[in-house]
T-cell receptor, first 114, second 112 residues
Framework: GENVEQHPSTLSVQEGDSAVIKCTYS??????FPWYKQELGKRPQLIID?????GEKKDQRIAVTLNKTAKHFSLHITETQPEDSAVYFC?????????????FGQGTTLQVKP | EAGVTQFPSHSVIEKGQTVTLRCDPI?????LYWYRRVMGKEIKFLLH????????ESGMPNNRFLAERTGGTYSTLKVQPAELEDSGVYFC??????????FGQGTRLTVV
C-alpha cells in the first residue's frame, strides 16, 4: 500500500547548524508533498510544500527538494534556531485523486541546542 | 479567520464507554478529514468528507468508529465501545481544495 518513510526519527543540532530530514514515498501517483511542523501541544502547521513539477522550493531558511525518479524528498533548515525545535512531518498525496488524503511519515523530533 | 477547532482537547474514558469528538472546520471548506496518531507513530488517514458526503472512509479501523457531518458543517467522530488501542491523538483537518490542508489542535483520547 501507500507509505512514506521518514528519517531520522530524532535529530539534535547546535544552534546555527543545518538540519536535513529525508522522506521516501511509494505511490508513484503522488504529486504534492507538504511538510508540517508541530510544536509541543500545538496543531501541525504547514511550513512549506512542493508539487511534482518542481525540483526545489525555498522560503527563507527552509527549502525542500524533490527527486521524482528516486521518489525522495527532503527538508533543509539552515541557520537553525531554538524555536525550530519541534516535530516535523513529511507527507505525500495525489491532488488529482477524489480525496487528496495525506500519507504521512513517522515524524522527526528536531532539537536545536542553544 | 478562525482555524479548525476540535472539542474536547483531552478525553479519558474507560474501556467499553462511548466518546464523541467534534470538529468545526474553517468556514467555507467543503473538505473535512479525520486523522489519528497512535503512540508516536505516523499520522494516519481515517476518512474524508466532501460537504456532508463520505468521499473516502478507507482508513476507518472498524465499525466501532462512526463519523458524521450533518448539514456539511461540523463533524463528529464517535467511538463505541472504546478499546485500549483506540488511544491516541485524533486530528481533524479541513481544506478548500484538497491541496492546502489546515489542522486542528487535536483531541488526545486515552482509554483506560
Amino acid at each position: 500500500g501507500e507509505n512514506v518513510e521518514q528519517h531520522p526519527s530524532t535529530l539534535s543540532v547546535q544552534e546555527g547548524d543545518s538540519a536535513v530530514i529525508k522522506c521516501t514515498y511509494s505511490d508513484s501517483a503522488s504529486n504534492y508533498f507538504p511538510w508540517y511542523k508541530q510544536e509541543l501541544g500545538k496543531r501541525p502547521q504547514l511550513i512549506i510544500d512542493i508539487r511534482s513539477n518542481v525540483g526545489e522550493k525555498k522560503d527563507q531558511r527552509i527549502a525542500v527538494t524533490l527527486n521524482k525518479t528516486a521518489k525522495h524528498f527532503s527538508l533543509h533548515i539552515t541557520e537553525t534556531q531554538p524555536e525550530d525545535s519541534a516535530v516535523y512531518f513529511c507527507a505525500a498525496s495525489n491532488i488529482l485523486s477524489n480525496t487528496g488524503k495525506l500519507i504521512f511519515g513517522q515524524g522527526t523530533t528536531l532539537q536545536v541546542k542553544p | 479567520e478562525a482555524g479548525v477547532t476540535q472539542f474536547p482537547s483531552h478525553s479519558v474514558i474507560e474501556k467499553g464507554q462511548t466518546v464523541t469528538l467534534r470538529c468545526d472546520p474553517i468556514s467555507g471548506h467543503d473538505n473535512l478529514y479525520w486523522y489519528r496518531r497512535v503512540m508516536g507513530k505516523e499520522i494516519k488517514f481515517l476518512l474524508h468528507f466532501v460537504k456532508e458526503s463520505k468521499q473516502d472512509e478507507s482508513g476507518m479501523p472498524n465499525n466501532r468508529f462512526l463519523a458524521e457531518r450533518t448539514g456539511g458543517t461540523y463533524s463528529t467522530l464517535k467511538v463505541q465501545p472504546a478499546e485500549l488501542e483506540d488511544s491516541g491523538v485524533y486530528f481533524c483537518a479541513s481544506s478548500p481544495d484538497r491541496v492546502l490542508t489546515f489542522f486542528g489542535q487535536g483531541t488526545r483520547l486515552t482509554v483506560v
